[in-house]
């Protein structure tokens, strides 16, 4: 045997040495499977350059991707702020996601999902109060991502998340007096963070539209009667609240989307199943709301692709709002 080489043999990956009509090259040290990396004299250079080369390739994209999610808040102007080659880098990885085993079934619809329900809350509400005359306020998780893509339709200072879970328990027939005094002052403190203080309701002569997921309707009614109530904003004619699913019955999307995407998108909402891309976290007291208030930080890469994906298409798609059945101020 030639020292650098070794003639006529291969070692293939099922720890064999075989045949081979070309010789191949002594070359060292390579990673195995594990990325371990090893000491292999049946290695061919060639196979040996491919395999590095590849490797090294999904290290610098697994770098590239961290390093534009890291500091990425899913922003308009962050978005806009993305230079061409990025926004190419991050729609094709979101396409590569698609085949992989991070893919979720329920994001199969995510897209025309968002789309849908964003569009038919701006076409009812833009009818109901006039364009740019409201504000959004979503509570919880459900609608998280759904109120997320709307801002970016209407602008994000007119859609507000109040991260808060099962909003029923809240109510004044549960609700001890003494824990809700001692709570109340963390949502206060929340709502003057985020524009809605009681002055910024008062003087800013917009409507604000209180929406959730409902099941039975007690959560949102719930929360509607402690904003309203004196220790919160006080009673206020320009305060509503209403339902996902009465909003949708108020517009025709027959025109824009079929009757399939319709339901998967109240059939995803039914399961919970966008809690999975909520944009805040799970709270279940007031206490906690201002550590709830983002997810971005803990959210695994394939929700933040989804995210992106969700607002990419905000910016490069755009369809026809749904047509206004009826006038919504006769049910919030």
Same mark, same amino acid.
């Given at each position: ?15 064999q040495i075989n045949k081979t009509e070309k010789p191949v090259s002594f070359c060292g040290f390579v ?32 770098? $590239?991707?961290? &390093?534009? +999610?890291?500091?990425?808040?899913? %922003?308009?102007?962050?978005? #806009?702020?993305?230079? =061409? !080659? ?95 005094? $001692?709570?109340? &002052?963390? +949502?206060?403190?929340?709502?003057? %963070?985020?524009?809605?203080? #009681?002055?910024?309701? =008062? !003087? ?100 933040? +692709? ?27």
């Open positions: 045997m030639q020292i650098g080489s070794i003639n006529s043999y291969s070692y293939n990956s099922q720890y990673p195995n499977r594990q990325g371990i990396l090893t000491f292999n004299p049946f290695f061919s250079v060639e196979n040996a350059c491919c395999r590095q080369k590849s490797i090294l390739n999904t290290i610098l994209n697994e770098l $590239k991707l961290a &390093k534009i +999610l890291s500091f990425f808040n899913f %922003t308009t102007d962050a978005y #806009k702020k993305l230079s =061409e !080659k990025d926004l190419e880098f991050l729609r094709a990885r979101y396409e590569s996601m698609k085949q992989s085993k991070s893919w979720n079934y329920y994001f199969n619809s995510a897209e025309t999902s968002h789309e849908l329900a964003s569009s038919g809350m701006e076409a009812l509400f833009n009818h109901a109060y006039g364009k740019g005359n409201y504000v959004i306020i979503t509570i919880g998780r459900s609608l998280s991502s759904v109120g997320k893509v709307l801002g970016y339709k209407i602008g994000e200072e007119n859609v507000i998340n109040i991260p808060i879970s099962k909003a029923s328990r809240f109510n004044d027939i549960f609700y001890p007096k003494e824990s809700a005094d $001692k709570e109340l &002052k963390y +949502l206060i403190k929340y709502l003057e %963070t985020v524009g809605l203080s #009681k002055e910024d309701i =008062e !003087k800013s002569g917009k409507h604000y539209i209180l929406t959730d997921y409902c099941h039975t309707g007690v959560s949102l009614e719930t929360m509607k009667n402690l904003f309203t109530s004196d220790k919160v904003w006080g009673k206020r004619d320009n305060v509503h609240s209403i339902g996902i699913k009465d909003i949708l019955d108020a517009v025709d999307t027959e025109h824009i989307y079929n009757s399939a995407e319709k339901n998967d998108l109240m059939n995803n909402l039914d399961r919970c199943e966008y809690k999975t891309l909520s944009f805040v976290l799970q709270c279940h007291n007031f206490a906690d709301i201002s550590r709830a208030k983002t997810n971005i930080f803990f959210a695994p890469e394939a929700v933040k +692709l989804m995210w992106f994906k969700l607002l990419d298409n905000s910016q490069t798609v755009h369809k026809p709002l749904p047509k206004v059945l009826y006038n919504p101020i006769d049910k919030i």
